[in-house]
């Protein structure tokens, strides 16, 4: 069992940063893929960012260049620093994990899921 607790969400103007954070619980986290998704209202869950146990890490084409995922493994933890934020990215961000395999783009792929945490942008 993994559970998945996301934090660091929040209000931010166009152009801002923030940091998301996703702490897990249970054994084996660092051998699981990790994944950042995002669901607006009214729109299907879309894939951000992956990344695998040795640190590889793949993006959207809407994010690539401005988020970086990380991953510290001593403390069970992933990491979405965003950068140049825009309305656009506005949505509830979504932790998730993958016990086997490479990283995925279809959220159906993953295991596990967090709460969420919600970001709004503002122009």
Not at 4 to 18: D, I, K, N, T
Not at 38 to 62: L, N
Request: positive net charge; proline residues 2%.
């Amino acid at each position: 069992q993994v559970q998945l607790v996301e934090s660091g969400g929040g209000l931010v103007q166009a152009g801002g940063s923030l940091r998301l954070s996703c702490a897990a619980s249970g054994r084996a986290f660092s051998s699981h893929t990790m994944g950042w998704f995002r669901q607006a209202p009214g729109k299907e869950r879309e894939f951000v960012a992956a990344i695998g146990w040795s640190g590889g890490s793949t993006y959207a084409d809407s994010v690539k260049g401005r988020f970086t995922m990380s991953r510290d493994n001593a403390k069970n933890a992933v990491y979405l620093q965003m950068y140049s934020l825009k309305p656009e990215d506005t949505a509830a961000y979504y932790c998730a994990a993958r016990l086997l395999g490479l990283g995925s783009r279809t959220p159906l792929d993953y295991n596990y899921w967090g709460q969420g945490t919600q970001v709004t942008v503002s122009s």
